[in-house]
């Protein structure tokens, strides 16, 4: 069970907003999602009950961990990968961060720490209570 449900989701949808007013241009695609999940994860803070809110964050962190997994599958599926022509975070991230360390290795490690943090989620908030009954 995490606490503050209500101002995560609002510091949430600030820094998206944030971001997506300085990093994308004004009205662009990007800009618009950006800034609508911001200004909904802010709304649900403020006015939605700790539940829902505890619901969303939980799913949102659920999908950013298994976008981890995917970009795993999608790097070593494409024949292109030795190019260096995709473009995906692990990609990106070697390129402009660490162009020393290949994106494999990096999608690998983003996997693995995602799986190991969603089993993580799994046994705190599924199995580990109800082992205490």
Known sequence: RIHHTRAISVTLGALIALIAVLYTDLFSLAFVVGALIGAGLIGLGLKANEDITLLVLNFLAVITGLNAVFDLFGLIRSADMTMGTIRN?????????????????????????????????????????????
């Open 89 to 133: 975070d692990a990609a990106a991230f070697s390129a402009e961060v660490a162009p020393l360390v290949p994106p494999v290795v990096w999608a690998l490690l983003w996997a693995g720490l995602a799986l190991l943090i969603l089993g993580a989620a799994v046994y705190y908030g599924a199995i580990k209570p109800r082992l205490k009954r």
